[in-house]
């Protein structure tokens, strides 16, 4: 189940190129950001209904994996995170692998679990919890 229609890149520079690297090289570069290794979700946009393509930090676990709307700590969510609300189908790259997935937002213990994973590959999760009022979503991607 591919995430068909017309394609509308980032208006943020640094998620265009990393895209751009990922996908043009059939996801053997971009692999990494800030030193950790991060997954491309292609999703469709809420409002536009376009497809949009993000990278988020690899949070994987038993063919499961974790996204974490953090927006650094913003007090607002990521613009991603009403796409995956609106349609919780996406397509998921992992370097060379493709899938597709279906999203939901996890809660209570299972969030902490999934939370715990996410510090494991980027401990700045914690900073940005302690920086906004708002508690930042966890969503988990399971294979359709």
Known sequence: MAV???YEPSPKGWVRQQVE????SGGTRGLTLNGKPVV???MRGAKSGKVRKTPVMRVEHDGRYAVVASN????KHPLWYANLLA??????????EHFDMTVREVKGAERADWW????D???????YQRKTDREIPVLVLEPT
Request: glycine share 8%; hydrophobic share 30%; net charge negative.
């Open 4 to 6: 068909d229609g017309v």
């Open 21 to 24: 690297a990922y996908e043009s």
């Open 40 to 42: 491309v979700m292609t």
């Open 72 to 75: 650094g700590g913003s007090r």
């Open 87 to 96: 349609d919780p189908h996406i397509h998921l790259q992992d370097k060379t």
């Open 116 to 119: 715990r994973r996410a510090l």
């Open 121 to 127: 590959v980027w401990p700045p999760y914690d900073d």
